[in-house]
Nanobody, 124 residues
Framework: QVQLVESGGGSVQAGGSLRLSCAASGYRYSTYCMAWFRQAAGKEREGVAAIDSDGSITYVDSVKGRFTISQDNAKNTLYLQMNSLKPEDTAMYYC??????????????????WGQGTQVTVSS
């Protein structure tokens, strides 16, 4: 059974940094999309960053140049380094995975596996 466990959220001031981690277990497929999503209060969930088994990396425009997605295959861990944080980055952040690679952040893209989320709060 695939499990995704996020950590690293917290409260920071605007301009600060956080690094989120997503520890994956039980994933036995050679292809994947792994992504970070976020959902702010009263807003729809949005894809933030994704990486797939072909090496493609995608970011939503609002985080380009500030966020970096990476992975450590030896540790089965996905990361999201978030720099220059803004109050509008405040949200619950979720890690997601799916066996289909490619087009990871397209609208309505299906992800089979989700973590429980970690809260990020950025104060002005």
């Amino acid at each position: 059974q695939v499990q995704l466990v996020e950590s690293g959220g917290g409260s920071v001031q605007a301009g600060g940094s956080l690094r989120l981690s997503c520890a994956a277990s039980g994933y036995r497929y050679s292809t994947y999309c792994m992504a970070w999503f976020r959902q702010a209060a009263g807003k729809e969930r949005e894809g933030v960053a994704a990486i797939d088994s072909d090496g493609s990396i995608t970011y939503v425009d609002s985080v380009k140049g500030r966020f970096t997605i990476s992975q450590d295959n030896a540790k089965n861990t996905l990361y999201l380094q978030m720099n220059s944080l803004k109050p509008e980055d405040t949200a619950m952040y979720y890690c997601a995975a799916d066996i289909e690679s490619g087009d990871c952040l397209t609208a309505d893209r299906y992800f089979a596996y989700w973590g429980q989320g970690t809260q990020v709060t950025v104060s002005s």
